[in-house]
């Protein structure tokens, strides 16, 4: 009788990994656009799968299994968001200096905005409609818009309008009725509207996107702010979250590097590609002492057809491991 019982739990754990396996990716993203952190994602996704686990033998399947686990993942989502403030990035809290060479304000207290690479938000599949579609849901700029919001207004605007739940699904989800998700959806569009530009405004990349990229690499590994700020249009924004200080234009972002990055010859700096959010992303590393390139600050950058028009460059090496990138290179 318990070999039995054994062999019913085991065929049971193996229905549930196959069938929820596929949503793990989705799941994460979604657990990412609530709360803005990938390592806060990760740790809920990971409660999420654990309670269907459990709750698995109950699930009646009067909803499909992906509107199951969204719906845990949301529950989960929005208990953690009701002890976290938003996370920002530095563009949210203030305008740009127009002192580059001033003292830079750092708040390693605040809860920043984080990157989320491709891979684990499931942008590495070869399926080019839905590459699509997930990297314009997990831009940088969407994702730091979206904290704006209150989030019992960020779960239904990403359950409606990025996952496509219909209203019935999403009222299920949140416990609630259906004029209740409509008020919820439509006071989220607005809001967002007023912090995030026009769909049609948002520029395409530009088609030579590799050699601008390619010369974005070699103006850091050679120290030459020239070349660097050539690259970037003139209304480019540059920001480095743990400090709140950022700048706007080509001008000002060539003198904030000039000023505060600690390089000092050709070979100092080291870029290794990798892509986040959807968006071409660098691991940068700096050279010590001892001659080895280390782990410094990760670049995320948005092109236009005019060059680069924003730089985020995160200075938590922590993310270098979840972009699969080493903490110190091989020498070169």
Not at 27 to 48: F, I, K, N, P
Not at 176 to 190: E, G, I, K, W
């Given at each position: 009788?318990?070999a039995?019982?054994?062999?019913v739990?085991?065929?049971?754990d193996?229905?549930?990994?196959?069938?929820a396996?596929?949503?793990r990716g989705?799941?994460y993203a979604h657990?990412?656009?609530?709360?803005?952190s990938?390592?806060?994602?990760e740790d809920?996704?990971?409660e999420?799968?654990?309670?269907?686990?459990k709750?698995?033998d109950?699930?009646?399947?009067?909803?499909s299994?992906r509107?199951?686990?969204h719906?845990?993942?949301t529950?989960a989502?929005?208990t953690?968001?009701?002890?976290?403030?938003?996370?920002?990035?530095?563009?949210?809290?203030g305008?740009?200096?127009?002192?580059p060479?001033g003292?830079?304000a750092d708040?390693p207290?605040?809860?920043?905005?984080e990157p989320?690479?491709d891979?684990?938000a499931g942008?590495?599949?070869?399926?080019p409609g839905?590459?699509?579609t997930?990297r314009?849901?997990?831009?940088?700029?969407?994702v730091?818009?979206?904290?704006?919001?209150?989030p019992?207004?960020?779960?239904?605007?990403i359950?409606r309008d990025?996952?496509?739940f219909s209203?019935?699904?999403?009222?299920?989800?949140?416990?609630?009725?259906v004029p209740?998700?409509?008020?919820?959806?439509?006071?989220?569009r607005?809001q967002?509207?007023?912090?995030?530009p026009?769909?049609?405004s948002?520029?395409?990349?530009?088609?030579?996107?590799?050699?601008?990229?390619?010369r974005y690499?070699?103006a850091?590994?050679?120290?030459d702010?020239?070349?660097?700020?050539e690259l970037f249009?003139?209304?480019a924004?540059?920001?480095m979250?743990?400090f709140?200080t950022w700048v706007?234009g080509a001008e000002?972002?060539?003198?904030l590097v000039?000023?505060?990055c600690p390089a000092q010859a050709?070979?100092d700096?080291a870029?290794?590609?990798?892509s986040?959010?959807?968006?071409?992303?660098f691991?940068m590393?700096?050279?010590?002492?001892d001659g080895t390139?280390?782990?410094?600050g990760?670049?995320?950058?948005?092109l236009?057809?005019?060059?680069v028009?924003h730089c985020?460059?995160?200075?938590?090496?922590?993310?270098?491991p979840l972009?699969?990138l080493?903490?110190?290179?091989?020498r070169?």
């Amino acid at each position: 009788m318990t070999a039995v019982v054994e062999h019913v739990i085991g065929t049971t754990d193996q229905d549930f990994e196959r069938l929820a396996a596929p949503y793990r990716g989705e799941l994460y993203a979604h657990c990412y656009r609530m709360l803005g952190s990938v390592h806060d994602a990760e740790d809920l996704v990971q409660e999420t799968y654990l309670r269907a686990w459990k709750g698995y033998d109950r699930f009646e399947g009067r909803s499909s299994l992906r509107t199951w686990l969204h719906r845990i993942a949301t529950t989960a989502c929005l208990t953690a968001l009701e002890r976290r403030g938003r996370r920002p990035l530095p563009t949210g809290l203030g305008g740009p200096t127009s002192t580059p060479e001033g003292e830079l304000a750092d708040r390693p207290e605040l809860p920043w905005l984080e990157p989320l690479p491709d891979t684990l938000a499931g942008l590495d599949t070869n399926d080019p409609g839905a590459v699509v579609t997930a990297r314009e849901t997990v831009r940088l700029a969407l994702v730091a818009a979206l904290q704006y919001l209150q989030p019992r207004q960020r779960a239904v605007l990403i359950l409606r309008d990025v996952l496509r739940f219909s209203a019935a699904e999403v009222a299920r989800t949140l416990d609630t009725s259906v004029p209740a998700v409509n008020s919820l959806l439509q006071r989220a569009r607005a809001q967002l509207g007023r912090v995030t530009p026009d769909e049609d405004s948002v520029p395409e990349p530009r088609s030579d996107q590799r050699e601008l990229l390619d010369r974005y690499v070699a103006a850091f590994e050679a120290y030459d702010i020239g070349a660097l700020t050539e690259l970037f249009t003139a209304e480019a924004a540059f920001e480095m979250p743990p400090f709140a200080t950022w700048v706007r234009g080509a001008e000002h972002i060539g003198r904030l590097v000039a000023t505060h990055c600690p390089a000092q010859a050709p070979g100092d700096l080291a870029m290794v590609p990798t892509s986040a959010n959807g968006q071409p992303a660098f691991g940068m590393y700096l050279r010590a002492q001892d001659g080895t390139h280390r782990a410094f600050g990760l670049h995320v950058l948005e092109l236009s057809p005019e060059g680069v028009s924003h730089c985020t460059v995160f200075f938590d090496t922590t993310l270098f491991p979840l972009f699969a990138l080493p903490e110190v290179l091989p020498r070169r």
